[in-house]
């Protein structure tokens, strides 16, 4: 009968296998997004729980041999579907260390590596993107418990204005909490707002026309219509469908002149901060209430991770402080964010920090800003593409449309190149809709992306538009 105990001298051995997998994988990562028979080999996953287990070794070779076929490669080069970034090696390496000695790091007593990691990554994460020293901040499984985290402080202020200790008594009795944001508001902020008992259908949007643009006028209006009763104002440093973004500086104007709480949900677009080309795009980040991005985006870190900054650190563990007799009196970072079990993500980023420090990160930066306006340049100039928006970051939004489609096919052509793209695995790119227009909105935030898959990625629309047309 197979037993980890008495088989413990199997645990170097497969982690050997592992190893000597990853050498492969490594080296073949700028290959096929995806395999032609992925689905078939996730599929033969399958059959009830066994009575007799296989054994270390043999389960160990069945997840490297079959998961391999059946898994996605979002951590490659060619990979533009969503905002995903990859492991750099220190990221990966670190990341494979702290499932070695597995921590949990929700406090000192528990882990004072992980504690003290996540102190300096934090101080450094608010040195890199340019924000006040004496916020207080967590890390998160990523920017949707980010936006959770950080909106969950802003609902506890907003109680405050009213009297109440949310946390302890919670929204019954009291009226609407207002919140105002643009067509840019990302899903991950409603989603978080319908978990806060706010309610996602409770966002007043203030956006200028179908794409979503703020109207600063319309958003001054709404303030002013609350005649001083709190309110949240969520800016968006970085949309998804063409990485524009809000006026984050003239609404934080506006929050501090109408006493409303302004969040920024910058998940990518916090990393404009890093390069002298881009910071303009994120000016008056720094004068927020709460900002929150994503680390296995551009930091390029391994899922999962994201980080919560927020002005009043005491917001925090006002929300999230669970005590009983077991748990340590003194504030912990399980007091600071929803997990009271937390995994040690703070190695892998203090890795990264530590290995390639501010000018490796806006090296990688400015690497992924070149491949999207060079990107921008080829649509541009080709007879057969449009550009939809223009490309302010590291997002192109664009479509097929070669000579001779008439208008009101090419939605249907773009969603039929789509569904090919996915399964044709050379790239992987999805699509959005952008003032009415089906369109790609191809990412780039992967530390080993190059103009050469780029391209590949241009010819790869286009060999399967021409056929499809």
């Not at 009968?1 to 073949?28: F, K, N, Q, S, W």
């Not at 409770?202 to 600063?216: H, K, P, S």
């Not at 949309?239 to 109408?258: C, W, Y």
């Not at 391994?302 to 563990?317: E, I, K, Q, S």
């Amino acid at each position: 009968m197979p037993d980890p105990l008495t088989g413990a001298e199997d645990a170097l051995p497969a982690l050997e296998l592992v190893l000597e997998h990853a050498r492969g994988y490594i080296a073949d990562l700028s290959g096929p997004v995806r395999a032609p028979g992925a689905d078939e080999a996730a599929r033969s996953f399958a059959g009830s729980l066994p009575e007799e287990g296989s054994g270390t070794l043999a389960a160990v070779r069945q997840l490297l041999e079959r998961g391999t076929e059946a898994h996605v490669r979002s951590g490659g080069p060619r990979f533009f579907h969503w905002v995903i970034g990859g492991s750099t090696p220190a990221a990966l390496a670190a990341d494979w260390f702290a499932a070695l000695i597995d921590q949990n790091a929700g406090a000192w007593d528990a882990s004072p590596l992980a504690a003290q990691l996540e102190t300096i990554s934090l101080a450094w994460l608010r040195e890199l993107f340019g924000l006040p020293a004496a916020w207080g901040g967590v890390l998160t499984t990523g920017a949707t418990t980010a936006n959770f985290t950080a909106l969950a402080a802003a609902r506890q202020w907003w109680g405050e204005q009213q009297g109440v200790d949310v946390a302890a008594r919670g929204l019954a009795g009291l009226p609407p909490v207002p919140v105002l944001t643009s067509g840019f508001v990302h899903v991950a902020s409603r989603k978080a707002l319908a978990m806060l008992g706010i309610g996602r259908d409770r966002v007043t949007y203030c956006q200028a026309d179908e794409t979503g643009r703020l109207d600063l006028a319309g958003l001054e209006r709404e303030l002013k219509r609350l005649r001083g009763a709190p309110a949240i104002v969520i800016a968006n440093a970085g949309e998804v469908n063409a990485g524009h973004f809000d006026p984050i500086a003239d609404m934080s104007r506006l929050a501090r002149e109408h006493s409303a709480w302004l969040h920024v949900d910058g998940a990518f677009g916090l990393f404009a901060r890093l390069s002298p080309r881009t910071a303009a795009l994120a000016e008056g980040v720094e004068h927020a209430d709460s900002v929150i991005s994503d680390g296995h985006k551009w930091l390029n870190v391994p899922h999962d991770c994201g980080f919560a900054f927020v002005r009043d650190p005491a917001l925090l563990p006002a929300v999230f402080t669970a005590g009983a007799s077991y748990l340590p009196e003194e504030e912990i970072f399980s007091f600071r964010g929803p997990e009271l079990s937390r995994r040690a993500r703070s190695l892998a980023v203090w890795a990264t920090l530590a290995a390639y420090g501010r000018n490796g990160y806006r090296a990688m930066v400015e690497r992924s800003l070149d491949v999207a306006a060079h990107v921008a340049r080829e649509v541009e100039s080709a007879d057969d593409l449009e550009l939809l928006a223009p490309a302010p970051l590291n997002i192109v939004c664009f479509r097929y449309r070669p000579p001779g489609v008439p208008e009101e096919a090419l939605d249907e052509l773009n969603r039929a190149i789509a569904r090919a793209v996915l399964t044709d695995g050379r790239v992987y790119v999805g699509t959005t809709l952008w003032a009415g227009k089906v369109g790609f909105r191809p990412a780039f935030v992967n530390w080993r992306t190059t103009t050469a898959d780029a391209d590949l990625m241009l010819e790869t629309v286009r060999d399967l538009g021409r056929r499809l047309v």
